[in-house]
């Protein structure tokens, strides 16, 4: 099984289109009339940051595993790059967790939600249908919430939300939106989030795909990967063992960096102010 869950996968999901509305994400892009320094949303979730410049995010989820954390903060620290972790409510309750929730915190990287209980916000259908209430989708974040203040982080500084499953709808960017917080993903296109995926699986994917998959898409699309929201997970667990992609992480980060590339924490690149650095 792997970090974000110990039953369903993570649903792989192409690049999207950029739309034209931003109601659901206020002061969240830039007025600038060229597309290319706004942020790219999908009914109303930030898929993709601004394309104007060489600046990616690295995005961690986790839920049930993390044997990868030490590794990660490890790299990040060699590089100075500050990371963003989305953890689940049940993550940060977790004994074993806690002091590396601790060190994420103290090192400057983003700690935010990713749910409380990991329930299926929508369904597997394409478009998918809603499948949780309001009520119900307030009350998993709220207990989210309350999980990530108990570490000194005030709500407002953990207002980006990434969805469980990396799944929803327009409804879950307007509640999200209504709380002040502001819903995001991964870009599609790479497979850096088939890391949790075991040994067994039929559709196992090597790290050395995966980051094959990365360098691949940074040839192919005119804008390489400015603005790229990079998912991966900080823990795959023990049914994986043949290789863990956080052991790649240095020499994808030092090949990207090679390419001229740098990294922001998510509130910063997808922020105004983010935007116009």
């Known amino acids: 099984m792997y970090g974000c869950i110990a039953v369903l996968a993570c649903m792989y999901y192409p690049a999207v289109a950029e739309t034209t509305s931003t109601r659901q994400v206020p002061n969240m892009t830039s007025s600038n009339s060229d ?11 930030i898929v993709r940051g ?12 986790g839920g049930y595993f993390a044997e990868g954390g030490d590794v990660i903060l490890d790299t990040l620290k060699k590089h100075n790059i ?20 601790k060190r994420i915190h103290a090192e400057g ?30 009350k998993d974040l709220d207990g989210n919430m309350k999980e990530i203040e108990r570490f000194g982080i ?3 500084d953990a207002r980006f939300f990434i969805p469980p499953f990396e799944h929803y709808t327009q409804e879950i960017s307007d ?39 990365i360098l691949d898409y940074e040839k192919k699309d005119p804008d390489g990967l400015n603005g790229f929201l990079l998912l991966t997970h ?44």
């Not at 706004?38 to 109303?44: F, H, I, P």
């Not at 601004?50 to 989820?61: G, N, Q, S, Y």
């Not at 500050?82 to 929730?101: A, C, M, T």
């Not at 043949?242 to 509130?267: A, M, P, Q, W």
């Open 109 to 138: 990287h983003y700690l935010g939600p990713h749910s409380d209980k990991h329930p299926l916000y929508a369904s597997w259908e394409n478009p998918p249908k809603l499948e949780i209430t309001k009520d119900e989708f307030n």
């Open 175 to 213: 509640w999200t939106a209504e709380r002040g917080m502001v819903l995001m993903n991964y870009t599609g296109g790479t497979r850096s989030n088939a890391d949790y995926m075991q040994d067994d699986d039929p559709k196992f994917v090597s790290s050395e795909d995966m980051i094959k998959s």
């Open 82 to 101: 500050k990371g963003s972790f989305f953890f689940i409510g049940d993550f940060y309750r977790e004994p074993k967790f806690q002091e590396l929730i």
């Open 234 to 277: 900080i823990g795959a667990g023990p049914g994986r063992t043949k290789d863990k992609l956080f052991n790649h992480l240095d020499e994808l980060i030092t090949e990207l960096e090679s390419r001229g590339y740098s990294f922001k924490r998510v509130d910063e690149l997808l922020s105004p102010s983010g935007i116009n650095r």
């Open 35 to 45: 597309p290319r320094t706004t942020n790219t949303l999908d009914r109303g979730c």
């Open 50 to 61: 601004p394309r104007d410049k060489k600046v990616l995010a690295l995005e961690f989820t």
């Open 154 to 156: 005030p709500p407002q």
